[in-house]
């Protein structure tokens, strides 16, 4: 349960370039997770939404092992809350926000736009600096 897995992102930008020139098009990316109670029901399981940092807390206090999942191109984990309850946390890291960057010069797109910078999330300027010169707009 990605919050934006690769290949579902790069569906939604080749749909979009059948519908509108490349240099139109700024890819959202997400900066946020999902910490999701199992089993999952749909229409009934509710998740909780948290930071990349709140997410390396929570695998911390746990002693959850974080995962990669090549195919999504996102990070993952599960833990066991004080209360017995199974727990799959989704999130995004600087490998899964250097992986969605990467369909930017792939298919010649505008530029990038962040859902969500009220969390927390460290990496995500460290891959920005690594890959592009920033400037003031």
Avoid: C
């Amino acid at each position: 349960m990605a919050v934006a897995p690769l290949p579902n992102v790069r569906q939604v930008v080749e749909y979009a370039l059948t519908e509108m020139p490349p240099e139109q098009i700024w890819l959202g990316v997400p900066t946020y997770g999902y910490d999701w109670p199992l089993p999952f029901v749909q229409g009934e399981t509710r998740a909780q939404s948290i930071s990349p940092q709140a997410a390396l807390a929570r695998a911390r206090r746990y002693g959850a092992a974080i995962q990669y999942d090549e195919t999504a191109q996102a990070p993952w984990f599960r833990y066991t809350d004080g209360d017995g309850v199974v727990h799959e946390v989704w999130f995004e890291d600087a490998r899964s926000i250097r992986a969605k960057l990467a369909l930017i010069p792939e298919y010649g797109l505008r530029g990038v736009g962040y859902w969500n910078l009220m969390r927390d999330f460290p990496q995500n300027w460290r891959v920005l600096n690594a890959l592009y010169r920033i400037r003031e707009a």
